[in-house]
């Protein structure tokens, strides 16, 4: 039977590589963008249709006409925000455009579902105890406004399974890799740090896990996700200090010892977000990115390689990947070590 891929947020970071990886393995997919958004793909195997989320007229495009095609939606539309302040949009987005898109994949009757949340959907547990799947979400257990769309999303997504959907979600970690066409918050981090604009860090880390091996882990979704089963698609722990150490190993660029005390860093943070915002670039860190980096980030991803053979690479390949592409789109003048 032939197989036919919807994939939301398509022109993003992490939906325009598996829009790059499905098309490499020859499969017919259909992109939903925001009208104005750049798609940096063309195939003949890719439909492009323009429309919002929040907006769920404008969805019925993206899923007619299908034949007897056998259909995966891929829902990685979203709004990922490290804001301090509430923003409706971020709720509209993240919480009533993914159930719009669910709705329409149940009454469309499509044959798969992988819906895109995040590890910050899932409750924190104690410094020290690795943290894995749960089949169950509450919004009030969760720390910062993203979080809390990811866990009622993610709710909402698990609730459909019981009215016979056939969905998986998959819960990624701190994205980081090539292709990102926007401002993504750690590719401005690199960029900063390229062009010298960077001379202090502060303390603290996360898991930060490879664009393309949480692409390839979606795809395998499709194929073996289970109904109703939740899967973390995570690296392991790398401390800012580690990645902008491995940043100077592989360009040559100056190394920053120069590591702000989090006391420091929160106290300047509102400042931050107010002197990015006149800048028009994302902030390096808010309030909330700070709690992020001093939160409990040891994730297990053992269910995903044991059920979807997901296997992440080591961060400087992905560092190495990520400068050179970055110099290839001109975002960053070139190196040399």
Not at 8 to 31: D, M, P, Q, S, Y
Request: one cysteine or more; a positive charge.
């Amino acid at each position: 039977m032939e197989e036919l891929y919807l994939v939301t947020g398509a022109a993003g970071h992490l939906g325009n590589t598996i829009v790059r990886k499905l098309l490499a393995a020859h499969k017919e997919v259909r992109a939903f963008i925001i009208p104005g958004d750049n798609m940096p793909l063309t195939s003949d195997l890719l439909t492009v249709i323009e429309g919002d989320v929040c907006d769920k007229k404008s969805l019925k495009p993206f899923f007619a006409n299908r034949g007897n095609k056998k259909t995966y939606v891929i829902h990685c539309a979203g709004i990922v925000s490290i804001a301090s302040k509430y923003q409706q949009k971020v709720y509209d987005v993240n919480v009533n455009g993914t159930k719009n898109v669910l709705d329409l994949c149940l009454a469309e009757k499509v044959d798969k579902v992988v819906h895109v949340s995040s590890v910050h959907a899932i409750a924190e547990l104690p410094a020290g105890q690795t943290i894995k799947e749960t089949s169950t979400f509450d919004s009030d257990k969760v720390v910062g406004l993203y979080a809390k769309t990811k866990a009622e999303a993610s709710a909402y997504a698990l609730s459909l399974a019981d009215k016979g959907l056939d969905i998986s979600i998959v819960h990624p970690s701190g994205i980081i890799g090539p292709y990102d066409y926007g401002h993504g918050h750690l590719q401005q981090l690199i960029i900063d740090y390229m062009n010298h604009g960077l001379t202090a860090i502060v303390k603290g880390g996360y898991d930060f896990v490879d664009v393309r091996d949480v692409a390839a882990g979606i795809i395998a979704c499709c194929q073996k996700g289970r109904k109703g089963e939740c899967y973390l698609l995570t690296n392991q722990y790398y401390s800012v200090f580690e990645i902008m150490k491995l940043l100077h190993e592989i360009t040559g660029r100056k190394e920053i010892k120069t590591v702000l005390p989090m006391w420091f860093a929160k106290m300047s943070a509102p400042l931050a977000e107010i002197y990015y915002k006149i800048k028009k670039q994302p902030p390096l860190y808010t309030s909330y990115s700070l709690y992020t980096l001093t939160s409990n980030a040891l994730f297990s991803h053992e269910k995903a390689t044991k059920e979807l053979n997901y296997q992440p690479r080591p961060l400087q390949e992905t560092l190495q990947d990520t400068v050179d592409w970055l110099v290839e789109v001109k975002k960053i003048k070139p190196y040399k070590k």
